[in-house]
């Protein structure tokens, strides 16, 4: 039955990013490329290892929180008006953040590789995390709404409550809480 709560919250997350999406579209949300980039590559890192440990369901957020971005990504690139101007701070935390997944490519286990891609998508985030707290309205909150619950679906089907199973999703949890907040403050 919990099955099912974890599909309506990849339907979620995955609505979330088409109106991530059309606010992009629109001119009203201007993405930070390394950070979706990276939003992609980790969570996909995660997915991989979870399941490499044997992970079932509760994968099913996690890779969702590497699909929605690949789409993000993707799309910021069809958009004419979409506008991000990168820093020296955008490309550092974007290295630092491909570090994380090639040490763990270099150490081979599972649960490292899941302790590098939360490090690797936090040092993602903190690029977003610093223009939403600095222009708030440069940001569309629905997704990261969405990608507070979505996660919590996995510790309904985890099996285990394994390292493995539970990690990445609550990582999820309190990244998108942060992010939520840098988008509701105003100036």
């Known amino acids: 039955m919990f099955e099912f709560l974890v599909l309506i919250a990849a339907l979620a997350s995955l609505v979330a990013a088409i109106a991530y999406v059309h606010s992009m579209f629109k001119g009203k949300t201007n ?29 099913v957020p996690v890779f969702m929180s590497g699909l929605s971005p690949l789409l993000i990504l993707l799309a910021s690139f069809l958009n004419k008006r979409a506008y991000w101007k990168l820093s020296a701070f955008d490309y550092a935390c974007g290295a630092l953040s491909a570090l994380a997944v090639v040490l763990w490519y270099i150490t081979e286990n599972p649960n490292v590789a899941i302790i590098f891609a939360i490090f690797s998508d936090a040092l993602a985030a903190a690029p977003t995390l610093r223009k939403a707290w600095r222009n708030p309205e440069s ?35 309190l990244i998108n809480i942060l992010l939520v907040f840098s988008m509701s403050k105003r100036k």
């Open 31 to 59: 993405p930070n490329r390394v950070t979706w980039l990276m939003w992609t590559v980790a969570p996909f890192t995660a997915t991989f290892a979870s399941l490499y440990s044997g992970a079932t369901w509760a994968v």
């Open 139 to 173: 940001e569309f909150s629905w997704p990261f709404l969405v990608g507070v619950f979505s996660p919590m679906t996995s510790f309904l089907v985890t099996p285990t409550w394994a390292f493995s199973d539970i990690a990445f999703p609550a990582y999820l949890v």
